[in-house]
Antibody, heavy 124, light 110 residues
């Protein structure tokens, strides 16, 4: 069965760095685009970043551009999010999610599997 | 960037009620619209993709409709396990694959 397991969250001071990991299993990881989505406490979902199946393209939300880097190691079935220059407003649960494209009459890209999330708290 | 809005932001309903949530995109997104359900402390769960396609394993009381800029999620007969927050998501803008979410609609017990 498909599993996504995040790790690496914790408490970090403003301005410091943290790297999140998302270990994938139960599917051919190298065939899927992967995303990071975050959710600040009591708030809605915010899309953060995407990396294509082969790592050839990466895109970021404006709120993290220049500070966060998404990457993947297809030999290890693992997705990463390197977070630098962290701010209090980066405090959130971070989820990794698998992107699937399907046409059921109409077409769409969507997130069919999510990890359980890892909490990042930026505080002095 | 494409912006998503949802209405209402919250609603109170009773078991057995028919519930409708609306999502609107700032520009046409064809059918590239998905719906997710999230319960407290849990990851979101996909309900509907491509505006109206029911994800495998999701009860048939959930349905989606719409295209272009206006979309609807309907729960035909609300069940106790349906009390949750619902988010729409557009996936039209790819590349660069920026799949923005709506602000959410919280459904709670009347």
């Amino acid at each position: 069965q498909v599993q996504l397991v995040e790790s690496g969250g914790g408490v970090v001071q403003p301005g410091r760095s943290l790297r999140l990991s998302c270990a994938a299993s139960g599917f051919t990881f190298s065939s899927y685009g992967m995303h990071w989505v975050r959710q600040a406490p009591g708030k809605g979902l915010e899309w953060v970043a995407v990396i294509w199946y082969d790592g050839s393209n990466k895109y970021y939300a404006d709120s993290v551009k220049g500070r966060f880097t998404i990457s993947r190691d297809n030999s290890k079935n693992t997705l990463y999010l390197q977070m630098n220059s962290l701010r209090a407003e980066d405090t959130a649960v971070y989820y990794c999610a698998r992107e699937t494209y399907r046409c059921g009459g109409d077409c769409s890209y969507y997130f069919d599997y999510w990890g359980q999330g890892t909490l990042v708290t930026v505080s002095s | 960037d494409i912006q998503m809005t949802q209405s209402p932001s919250s609603l109170s309903a009773s078991v057995g009620d028919r519930v409708t949530i609306t999502c609107r995109a700032s520009q046409s997104i064809s059918s590239y619209l998905n719906w997710y359900q999230q319960k407290p402390g849990k990851a979101p769960k996909l309900l509907i993709y491509a505006a109206s396609s029911l994800q495998s394993g999701v009860p048939s009381r959930f349905s989606g409709s719409g295209s272009g800029t206006d979309f609807t999620l309907t729960i035909s007969s609300l069940q106790p396990e349906d009390f949750a927050t619902y988010y729409c998501q557009q996936s039209y803008s790819t590349p660069p694959a920026i799949f923005t979410f709506g602000p959410g609609t919280k459904v709670d017990i009347k």
